[in-house]
């Protein structure tokens, strides 16, 4: 599996911007799916994900209610829509995927094999 992350960028605080992760291969319901994020300094931490055979997202305490994820499998892609923006929410944002994952291991990062190269989101205070 590949995983090819886009549409980072310089947003203002309060603004909005959507990443998208696209898989190469067959990913649609064999793969959990999740964004991860790393700021500079900063350990590499969990934002969202989707299991596998599953709508049903989660997120992390620091985004509910400001992030939404989502997944197309048809288009083999998985989307970060992120809403109200805040300068602390810089960081490279990474796509990872696995077919391996059950909740309870979601939210570590060692538990995903395939990770895409990220995009750098940068929030202006």
């Known amino acids: 599996v590949q995983l090819q992350a886009s549409g980072g960028g310089l947003e203002q605080a309060g603004g909005s911007l959507r990443l998208s992760c696209a898989a190469s291969g067959r990913t649609s319901n064999t793969y959990s799916m999740a964004w991860f994020r790393q700021a500079p300094g900063k350990e590499r931490e969990f934002v969202a994900g989707?299991?596998?055979?599953?709508?049903?997202?989660t997120y992390a305490d620091s985004v509910k209610g400001r992030f939404t994820t989502s997944r197309d499998n048809a288009k083999n892609t998985m989307y970060l829509r992120m809403n109200n923006l805040k300068p602390e929410d810089t960081a490279v944002y990474y796509c990872?995927?696995?077919?391996?994952?059950?909740?309870?291991?979601?939210?570590?990062?060692?538990?995903?094999?395939?990770w895409g190269q990220g995009t750098l989101v940068t929030v202006s205070s």
């Open positions: 989707i299991l596998r055979r599953s709508s049903v997202p």
């Open positions: 990872a995927a696995d077919g391996g994952i059950i909740l309870s291991s979601m939210k570590r990062s060692r538990s995903w094999g395939y």
